[in-house]
C-alpha cells in the first residue's frame, strides 16, 4: 500500500529545492508568497509544449509573448502572420487552434481564461490535458495533469507490466490517487519536473530521486525499461517533387489549403505526395523553366515519413497564386520540410 502524504510530502519537499526556472513558471517561494501564474503565458506555454520540448519551445514562447504579451493582442492578429511565427514548431493544427482559442477567449469571455477544467474545455482546441494544466497550475484546481513526463514516473513507480499505449488510463488513475487539494499546481509541476530532470526516460537518476525508496521499478533493478512499450509500426513512406521557382532573384511561395497537414502555411509548390516515387516525365512544373534536379530531402511527419526531390528553375512568367518573395528572406515562416528543400534548392547542383 503506498503511503500517499508520504510520498507527496517527499515530492513537494524535493520540488521546493530544485523547480525549474521557466519563462512561464511562479515558482514555489513565489506562490506561496501569494503569486499567482499568468493563465495566457501558461496556456500558451502547455500549446507549444505539446509535441515539443522545452529548449525548443522556449525561444518561440519568448518571441510570442514580446509580440503579442496578451491573449487579446494574439487573438487581433492576423492568421499569416502568427502562422509564420510559429514555423519551426512544426503540428501546425496547434497554431490555428492558439487563434481560434484566443479569440474565443478575447471575444467570448472578456480577456479571462475560465477558472476550471469544464470552462477550459469549452474552449476551442482545448483538450482534456491543457484544460487540466491551466486548472491546476494557475487557479491550484486539483487536477490531474498527466503528460509523457508524469506517465513515465506513474509506469516505474507502480512497476506498470502494461505498455503504452495501452496502460494509459491505468496510469492516468494511478495519477489521479496522488491529486490532493494541498498545492495542486505544485504537485502538477512538481511531477512534469521530476520526470524532465531525474526519472528520464534512459538512465534515470534513481541516486537523486525523493521517490527512489517506495519506486517498484527500481526494486526490479531495471527502472528504465518502464514504462514498457509495444513494438512501433513501421512508418509509410510519401514521395513528392519541390519546385523552387526563382525570377529576377525572388522564389515563388504558395499558400497551402487552410485545413489539412501545415494548412495555411507558406511553402513551395509541390506535387501531391504519394506512396510511389515520381518520374520525370509524370511532372508537371508550375512554370515554364530550365528545370534542374537539386537531389532530395528527407522530412518526418507523425505518419508518415516524405522524400522530396527538389527542382530548380528560373522563369519569366509567374506562378498561379504565388508569393513572391525575396530570396533572402524566403527562409522566414517556412515549415521545416520547406525549409529543408529551399536550402537543398539553392545549395545543391545537378
Known amino acids: 500500500m503506498t503511503d500517499v502524504p508520504a510520498l507527496r510530502r517527499a515530492l513537494l519537499v524535493w520540488y521546493d529545492e530544485n523547480a525549474r526556472a521557466l519563462p512561464w513558471r511562479v515558482g514555489p517561494p513565489e506562490h506561496a508568497a501569494g503569486v499567482r501564474a499568468d493563465p495566457y503565458r501558461v496556456w500558451l506555454s502547455e500549446v507549444m509544449l505539446q509535441q515539443t520540448t522545452v529548449p ?9 509573448t514580446r509580440r503579442w504579451p496578451t491573449v487579446g493582442a494574439l487573438a487581433a492578429e492576423k492568421d499569416e502572420v502568427v502562422m509564420a511565427a510559429w514555423a519551426g514548431l512544426g503540428y501546425y493544427a496547434r497554431a490555428r487552434n492558439l487563434l481560434a482559442c484566443a479569440r474565443a477567449v478575447a471575444r467570448g469571455h472578456g480577456g479571462a481564461f475560465p477558472d476550471t477544467e469544464e470552462g477550459l474545455l469549452s474552449l476551442p482546441g ?3 490535458y491543457t484544460a ?4 491546476a ?3 491550484d484546481r486539483p487536477a490531474n495533469v498527466v503528460d509523457g513526463n508524469v506517465e513515465r514516473v506513474m509506469s516505474r513507480l507502480f512497476a ?3 505498455p503504452l499505449p495501452d496502460s494509459k488510463p491505468e496510469l492516468k488513475r494511478l495519477a489521479a490517487g496522488l491529486v490532493a487539494d494541498d498545492r495542486p499546481g505544485d504537485w502538477a509541476q512538481a511531477l512534469m519536473d521530476l520526470g524532465a530532470t531525474v526519472c528520464r526516460p534512459r538512465e534515470p537518476l534513481c541516486d537523486r530521486c525523493p521517490l527512489a525508496k517506495p519506486c517498484k521499478a527500481r526494486a526490479t533493478g531495471a527502472p528504465e525499461t518502464y514504462p514498457r512499450k509495444t513494438a512501433k509500426a513501421v512508418r509509410p513512406r510519401r514521395h513528392g517533387v519541390a519546385f523552387l521557382v526563382t525570377r529576377d532573384g525572388e522564389v515563388a511561395l504558395v499558400r497551402r489549403p487552410g485545413k489539412g497537414l501545415l494548412g495555411g502555411m507558406l511553402a513551395l509548390p509541390t506535387t501531391d505526395w504519394r506512396g510511389a516515387p515520381w518520374t520525370p516525365a509524370e511532372v508537371a512544373p508550375p512554370a515554364a523553366a530550365d528545370w ?6 528527407e522530412h518526418v511527419f507523425t505518419h508518415f515519413a516524405l522524400t522530396l526531390t527538389v527542382w530548380r528553375g528560373e522563369t519569366a512568367g509567374d506562378v498561379e497564386g504565388a508569393v513572391w518573395t525575396r530570396l533572402s528572406d ?3 515562416g517556412l515549415p521545416s520540410v520547406f525549409l529543408k528543400a529551399l536550402r537543398a534548392g539553392l545549395t545543391r547542383l545537378a
Open 126 to 128: 482545448v483538450g482534456a
Open 137 to 139: 497550475i494557475v487557479f
Open 292 to 297: 534542374r534536379p537539386m537531389g532530395e530531402i
Open 330 to 332: 524566403a527562409g522566414e
Open 160 to 162: 506498470v507490466e502494461t
Open 56 to 64: 525548443h519551445a522556449t525561444p518561440y514562447f519568448l518571441d510570442f
Open 132 to 135: 487540466a494544466a491551466v486548472a
